[in-house]
């Protein structure tokens, strides 16, 4: 997190990004590369490939990944070497299995893609020098490890074949999904991933520096844990002063210090002066993101002199485990600056197959609610891909937290930059996912060594508030997953609590004392660290975090869902939309049954579920128009699954305060999955290229600080108020019954002096669904549709809700409605006024492949007017839009 770095006399560094060669094995293919990068894109920048993502490339372009490439490049030394004790040649990041070479010289080897390589070229250097990085096919390395693993076997061999998969992933320290999962490609790339430089340097050097913060209650007072990494290359010890100064704390202070040789390093503990008010990191939507510039200066023997800037933070994160009143088990819930708090969020995958086209350096100013707009560059797919993620697309959901999930990759500084900046909270999985893993010696020092580089790497972040130590591996020995012989169990369980406890942990509580890990999600927490860190059933509702998927159930039934403590993986797919499909497809594939739709499906019946989920409550198109059948049906999927999550994630909303049966005080809801890889059906809310899906519009909704969720038991209809806020409102709850036959309402009832408490969820209305239908004559459950919303003084006011009385295909007086709209230019957005002549549930426009978003999308329509305000991501013009414009409501599917 620092900005920059100076220094005086004592480094030299110079990088060597840019362009390369790239040959393969045998010499039939040469090209130049741009480095970071990696094969794939190189080849597809030369147009020696299509797109890699169009139609079926991903099978076609096997051979890619199956060969062996080379990197390599000339490079001039741009100092004299005599005048430097040390000279490094570092790569940040190489994908994955790879011989280093300069002049000729082996160097090293590297067989994990999340490891910083650091190569001593001090006597090989020369004024002209040639470097090599010879990789080797990681499916052929994964592919060997695995057939040297003689012992036993380590499951699972393969991905299911749906997936068109490469086998062996757990054999290597590589981005698992690139082997394919069930929502991604398999892309085995090969690359430089991330930077690589010379550095030369004197007497010492500084590797890492982090900030951590601690609260000591005691004294009350804050202090700062500074700690300094080096690789000191003087024979002797180096003493010297370091001064850390924090001036918007009045909080200056000098240490002497020595550095030993080898690697030294130093902690310092920086006590922030007690008269100075500091203001702490707060998740989004509950205080500021304040941040505090650190100037620290090292002025070491011989004069040599560093000085760094950096930002620290302020706050401090406990789960807390501990008996409920009333229920057996223990609560899990996070408590941020002693404030307990409800994560709301979803869970983030790689950005892109193709890790060098996942860039984070477009930037815009600040919105006047403080939100830094933020997009993803997905660079070379010809134009520039914007991907307007964390800001505009998670924080603006009302999102306040990301899962990044343990099958990909540790993300970039700059990704968790953002989420300091936004309040975004990260639950930060260490990369391994649903598999069992080899712990044998070399492999567990690779991970020893990532897991350290890691950590030091990310623990400044305050966005982090919580390390786990994998995706699902608790749960698939505890639920045999995997057919594993009861006799042979002992040793898998073994080799689970070896490698994520007794090595991942250690070095997690060794570097990282500031915040919590659980071993693995789904976990009962302390009390599977109790049953020996493997509990019986790590899907218990009485404690931990659970996962739940079910799709042959109704999902408007939330009796189906797990009334859990936390919910940290929950969801359901669609298909992305029609503008998105078409840039990897052509007309014939244009059809929910096309071989390129199977294709893009890599979850087992994925299309049939979504077709089955979505006939439980509507029509499924009849149109012989084949190009109209498939956008309705995709547009049918989006509805679907939008509405099929908001009724999940509102039942733990609105659980949040109350146990049932022993079950409850949910605290926490992060459906599966925020982003996509590429462009096909997943459970995905944001499409590839940034697009928000229906499901992304309601998660705006349905994560609203104040929120009133309706649900029916036994024929009554409950209605909690669910508030984030941190004061009581007396409120106003307003309800509105509409005949689906007319825009008029059938009767209004406004329910005065209604308390919503502070950071709760409290009943607030209780009628029978029968005498509500009395109430307001000539209603039946067929014919009417209840809608909701809370006001309150000052302008408080939450998103208007609904209840459905009845499946929508059973709905009687809908019409079709005539919509339309007026597109007008206002400063730098664009204002469609709409129109309709009758009542329209899920009202979607959509434009196409322009880029932006509406303030609110697949929405009932129950006035004559509305207007939705869309926020473009590049320049457009109202003519653009207009001629871009569908207007789409769930009668006009045919």
């Not at 998670?394 to 500084?413: F, I, K, P, S, T």
């Not at 218990?540 to 869902?561: E, I, K, M, P």
């Not at 039942?651 to 305060?657: D, T």
Request: net charge negative; with cysteine; aromatic share 14%.
């Amino acid at each position: 997190t620092y900005v920059h770095l100076v220094v005086l006399l004592a480094l030299d560094v110079r990088s060597l990004r840019g362009g390369w060669r790239l040959g393969n094995g045998n010499g039939s293919v040469r090209l130049p590369a741009e480095v970071p990068g990696c094969v794939h894109t190189a080849l597809h920048r030369r147009g020696l490939i299509q797109d890699p993502y169009y139609r079926f490339n991903d099978v076609m372009y096997r051979w890619i990944s199956l060969d062996n490439w080379t990197y390599s490049r000339t490079f001039k030394t741009p100092f004299d070497v005599r005048k430097w004790q040390k000279i490094n040649l570092v790569f940040e990041g190489v994908d994955t299995v790879a011989h280093i070479l300069i002049n000729n010289v082996t160097l090293g080897t590297t067989e994990n893609m999340f490891n910083r390589y650091s190569f001593d070229i001090t006597s090989v250097i020369k004024e002209v020098n040639f470097v090599e990085v010879r990789f080797l096919s990681a499916i052929s390395y994964a592919a060997e490890q695995s057939r040297c693993h003689t012992a036993y076997s380590i499951p699972p061999a393969c991905p299911p074949p749906v997936q068109k998969g490469e086998c062996h992933a757990n054999f290597i320290r590589k981005e698992q999904c690139s082997f394919s999962w069930d929502w991604g490609p398999s892309f085995p790339t090969q690359g430089i991933w991330k930077d690589v430089r010379i550095e030369a340097y004197n007497y010492y050097h500084l590797i890492y520096f982090s900030l951590t913060p601690f609260f000591v209650k005691s004294t009350q007072q804050w202090s700062l844990e500074i700690e300094s990494i080096f690789d000191v290359v003087s024979s002797k010890p180096i003493a010297g002063l370091v001064t850390v100064n924090i001036p918007k704390l009045q909080t200056q202070q000098t240490y002497s210090v020595k550095l030993q040789p080898g690697e030294g390093s130093i902690v310092l503990l920086v006590n922030i002066n007690k008269s100075s008010t500091v203001e702490a990191w707060w998740p989004n939507g509950h205080g500021n993101q304040t941040g505090y510039n650190v100037t620290t200066t090292f002025i070491m023997e011989a004069g040599y002199q560093i000085e760094k800037f950096s930002k620290a933070y302020f706050r401090t994160v406990e789960l807390v485990q501990e008996p409920i009143p009333g229920s057996p088990g223990l609560s899990f819930y996070f408590r941020i600056n002693g404030r307990p708090i409800f994560i709301k969020g979803s869970n983030w995958i790689p950005a892109d197959s193709f890790q060098d086209r996942v860039t984070y350096d477009k930037y815009g100013g600040a919105t006047a609610a403080g939100k830094v707009f933020f997009f993803y560059c997905l660079q070379d797919t010809g134009l520039s891909v914007i991907f307007k993620d964390n800001s505009q697309s998670a924080a603006d959901a009302n999102m306040n937290a990301l899962r990044v999930w343990g099958g990909g990759v540790y993300e970039q500084d700059d990704f968790y930059d953002i989420c300091d900046e936004l309040g975004i909270m990260i639950w930060q999985d260490f990369m391994f996912a649903c598999a069992l893993y080899p712990t044998d010696q070399n492999y567990l020092e690779s991970v020893r060594a990532e897991v350290s580089h890691q950590v030091r790497r990310l623990k400044s972040h305050p966005s982090i508030i919580l390390w786990s130590g994998n995706n699902e591996n608790e749960a698939a020995i505890a639920s045999d997953w995997f057919s594993i012989p009861h006799a042979d169990r002992e040793v898998y369980i073994k080799d689970y609590v070896l490698l994520y406890v007794k090595n991942i942990r250690e070095i997690v509580l060794a570097e990282d004392k500031s915040r919590p890990f659980v071993a693995s999600s789904p976990t009962n927490g302390v009390e599977s660290v109790k049953e020996g860190w493997l509990s019986q059933n790590p899907y218990d509702t009485h404690y931990g975090d659970t996962h739940f998927y079910d799709y042959s159930s109704d999902c408007w039934n939330w009796t189906v869902y797990p009334k859990t403590r936390f919910a940290s993986e929950y969801g359901f797919q669609s298909w992305p939309s029609f503008s998105t499909l078409e840039k990897v497809s052509s007309s014939e594939d244009w059809s929910y049954t096309s071989n390129f739709s199977l294709h893009r499906q890599h979850h087992e019946n994925g299309n049939d579920q979504m077709l089955q989920q979505t006939g439980y409550h509507f029509k499924l198109p009849q149109t012989t128009d084949p190009i109209k059948k498939f956008k309705d049906t995709i547009y049918l999927t989006q509805v679907m699954q939008a509405q099929c999550i908001k009724t999940e994630t509102e039942f733990y909303r609105f659980s949040q305060s109350e146990i049932i049966g022993g079950e409850g005080h949910t605290m926490g809801a992060l459906y599966w999955q925020l982003n996509d890889i590429w462009q096909a059906p997943s459970w995905a809310s944001l499409e590839y290229g940034g697009k928000w899906k229906l499901l992304h519009y309601f998660a705006q909704h349905f994560f609203a600080p104040l929120l009133p969720v309706a649900y029916e038991d036994k024929g009554v209809l409950y209605i909690y108020g669910v508030s984030d806020l941190h004061m009581d409102h007396k409120l106003t709850l307003k309800v509105t019954v509409h005949s689906w036959s007319s825009l008029e309402p059938v009767c209004t009832l406004a329910k005065d002096g209604v308390t919503v408490k502070a950071q709760s969820a409290v009943p607030i209305y209780k009628e029978s669904v029968n005498d509500l239908l009395e109430r307001c004559r000539n209603c039946t459950r067929k014919s009417c549709v209840v809608t909701f919303y809370l006001v309150g003084e000052g302008g408080l006011r939450s998103p208007t809700n609904h209840h459905f009385l009845s499946s929508l295909k059973d709905a009687v007086g809908l019409e079709k409605a005539r919509l339309s709209a007026a597109v007008s230019q206002q400063d730098d957005i664009y204002v469609f006024d709409l129109q309709t002549t009758a009542i329209a549930p899920f009202v979607t426009l959509d434009v196409g492949s322009i880029k932006g978003r509406f303030s609110d999308n697949g929405f009932l329509m129950i006035e004559k007017k509305k207007a939705v305000v869309f926020y473009p991501w590049e320049p457009t013009s109202a003519e653009e839009l207009e001629k871009s414009l569908t207007l789409t409501s769930l009668m006009d599917v045919a």
